[in-house]
């Protein structure tokens, strides 16, 4: 648990703290010193340096609550203080948790209905970091009790503090200053393309002109205006962040903060356009240590900072009449690899943003799966939605290939690619052969031919009619043509899946029958999808001599 801790603010008045000792003692020590007074101070003072015990008890808890005093008000302070998280009270490690974002899916009844989609697992991107205690300081100092003893008789605590305490304190504040400014190289050092990087010209240096500043100052703006919108490109981490305007923070080098102030604000016609409407902190370049470095643009999230203990020991020296004090400060001191982070630098080139990113340079095979989870190896079923399986392969290997699907030798309208990549075969298609095209972002392209099978649905009239199985031989309907009689001869038409016959006698398909002058065949008819003699009496075929 992280608690924020508030700077205690009182008057460094001798009878003040001597009275506020006194409230947090015990009966024995309430009894023997009185209530201090202005009036009363030095009996005060002298009747509790002739108790030892009340003495080292104003002593230790003078130190210890002036050392919290002092360290929030201290002469130096840290600038990245306010950046810190308060203090860590259980345990020594701090998890920060990034959650990513949902890919949409494009509803749909039919593809709502396959078992992938409810009982299938849609786990979210989530990263982690934990940043653990990694400072452990101590800091020592020696208070002279005779010296405490004349500050507080003569009401000078606040010169002796100055003049004893502060160095601790002031040691302290500067070592994690450094500690923090040193987590911001350790960063761009530890990623493998560094800080998302702006080039910029330097205008640290002297013979920079307005023009340079002016342009500094558009990028500047530039990106406080890009980085409150959703991106992975600019946090180590690439998940998705956006950053509001009041969270953006600018650390500029003193030099380029001068040079943007003296040179591009005073040659602005509007100076509130061309500032950059973010916390700005002026920072020695050299406490970057990042070469060529002018400012980075990130938000009050990066530091992650906490303290774990800060506490003050001591050890009576009765030789000297000295006490050693010992200023103890743990912390937790690190960055989150999840805060955008843009650094406008002159000496390094700009990052590239490229929207391939990766390439594509294969794409792997193609499978189809319906809702009851069977794979179609070869033909693919009219009526039918199929969950489409297919990947693009990247070099190097790992990267993002978004593929788009397309369908060829299709003639049915209600044969198309759903949002969601699936696809749907339309009940009337009336192709025995499509192409399914899938293309990667580079244009790189892979295809499979699919056989298509199954009933089809024929719209006549504009009414939908299925042929059905009437002879139930498992064999799909087809339209039969009748025989022709031309010249005394009877031509039996050739059609795949029809078997033309004379009563109970099979005739063969593209057979010729000549029709002798003894015989007469009356009529052929259809009957389901066979075409037997006899009926109806509309297809007549009457010898002709």
């Known amino acids: ?183 911001i190289a350790e960063m761009d050092i530890a990623s493998d393309q560094g800080f998302f990087t702006v080039n910029v010209p330097d205008v640290s240096e002297q013979g920079s002109d307005s023009a340079d500043s002016r342009f500094l100052l558009r990028r500047l703006r530039e990106f406080r205006n890009t980085l409150p919108f959703i991106s992975r490109t600019y946090n180590l981490a690439g998940m998705p ?72 020991t001591s050890q009576f020296n009765p030789a000297k009449l000295t006490t050693n004090y010992w200023l103890h400060h743990w912390q937790t001191i690190s960055a989150s690899p999840f805060a955008p982070v843009i650094m406008f630098n002159s000496l390094r080139e700009s990052t590239v943003i490229s929207e391939t990113l990766t390439p594509t ?39 993002v290939s978004a593929l788009d699907l ?10 198309y690619i759903t949002n969601n990549g699936d696809i749907y075969i339309g009940p009337d298609e009336a192709s025995e052969l499509i192409t399914i095209i899938a293309t990667a972002p580079n244009g790189y392209t892979e295809s499979t031919t ?19 199985d009437v002879d139930n031989d498992g064999l799909e309907e087809v339209i039969p043509e009748a025989p022709t009689f031309a010249s005394n001869t009877i031509t039996i038409p050739n059609v795949a899946g029809v078997q033309y016959k004379d009563g109970a006698t099979n005739l063969v398909n593209g057979a010729q029958l000549v029709i002798t002058a003894d015989k007469t065949i009356t009529a052929a008819a259809r009957a389901g999808k066979e075409l037997k003699a006899g009926a109806p009496a509309s297809w007549p075929f009457v010898y002709v001599a």
């Open 1 to 183: 648990m992280v608690k924020n801790i508030r700077p205690l603010k009182a008057k460094l008045d001798s009878a003040a703290w001597l009275n506020a000792i006194r409230n947090q003692q015990g009966s024995d020590y309430q009894n023997r010193i009185p209530e201090a007074t202005q009036a009363n101070l030095r009996e005060t003072v002298e009747g509790l340096w002739n108790w030892t015990a009340g003495r080292n008890q104003v002593q230790d808890a003078l130190v210890e609550q002036l050392a919290m005093v002092v360290y929030r008000n201290t002469l130096w302070s840290n600038p990245l203080t306010e950046f810190k998280m308060g203090t860590l009270e259980e345990g020594e490690t701090i998890e920060e948790v990034m959650v990513g974002l949902i890919e949409a899916i494009d509803y749909d009844n039919d593809r709502d209905e396959l078992e992938k989609e409810i009982f299938g697992d849609a786990p979210l991107e989530v990263q982690s970091r934990f940043h653990k205690r990694n400072r452990k300081d101590r800091y020592k100092f020696t208070l002279n009790i005779p010296g405490l003893r004349t500050a507080l008789i003569g009401n000078q605590l606040g010169s002796f503090v100055n003049g004893v305490m502060t160095a601790p304190q002031t040691s302290d504040q500067w070592d994690e200053y450094l500690l923090m400014m040193r987590v």
């Open 241 to 312: 962040v956006a950053a509001t305007p009041d969270e953006l923070v600018l650390l500029t080098t003193a030099k380029a903060d001068a040079a943007m102030d003296v040179e591009a604000l005073a040659a602005a016609f509007n100076i509130e356009k061309a500032q950059v409407n973010s916390k700005k902190i002026v920072l020695p370049a050299e406490h970057f240590g990042i070469d060529g470095v002018q400012a980075v643009l990130t938000t009050n999230k990066f530091f992650v900072v906490a303290d774990n203990l800060i506490t003050t």
């Open 361 to 399: 340079t294969d794409i792997g095979a193609f499978t189809f799966t319906d809702a009851a989870g069977t794979v179609e190896a070869t033909a693919l079923k009219r009526g039918t939605l199929y969950d489409v399986l297919v990947e693009g392969v990247t070099t190097p290997v790992g990267g």
């Open 406 to 415: 397309d369908i060829e030798g299709k003639t049915s309208p209600f044969t």
């Open 450 to 468: 699919r056989g298509v099978k199954g009933p089809q649905i024929i719209p006549i009239g504009g009414a939908l009619t299925i042929q059905e």
